[in-house]
Nanobody, 118 residues
Framework: QVQLVESGGDLVQPGGSLRLSCAAS????????MGWYRQAPGKQREMVAT???????DYAGSVEGRFTVSRDNRDNTMSLQMNNLKPEDTAVYFC????????????WGQGTQVTVSS
């Protein structure tokens, strides 16, 4: 069982920056893929950014060029650097992970609130 804990959510003004962190425990090897998802009120959860253990990244079009995902395979931690934040980035951000490429089970954290408002 993998446990994921997010941190770093906050209230920030439009144009500001924020860095989210995710720490995974319960698995001693590099997780196949870790990612950030978000869910705004009344909307479905959507992928924000993902990063495989090999370093391959993927971004939602709405955040590309503004957000950067990074991870450390040594301790299965992951960060999301968010720059030039917009009000539409307001959401609960969730950390997610899968252990292996051929295993569909996805683990989730509890989420951290990001609010972009003046």
């Amino acid at each position: 069982q993998v446990q994921l804990v997010e941190s770093g959510g906050d209230l920030v003004q439009p144009g500001g920056s924020l860095r989210l962190s995710c720490a995974a425990s319960g698995y001693r090897y590099p997780l196949y893929i870790m990612g950030w998802y978000r869910q705004a009120p009344g909307k479905q959860r959507e992928m924000v950014a993902t990063c495989t253990s090999g370093g391959t990244t993927d971004y939602a079009g709405s955040v590309e060029g503004r957000f950067t995902v990074s991870r450390d395979n040594r301790d299965n931690t992951m960060s999301l650097q968010m720059n030039n934040l917009k009000p539409e980035d307001t959401a609960v951000y969730f950390c997610s992970a899968r252990i292996r490429k051929n295993e569909a089970t996805r683990f989730w954290g509890q989420g951290t609130q990001v609010t972009v408002s003046s």
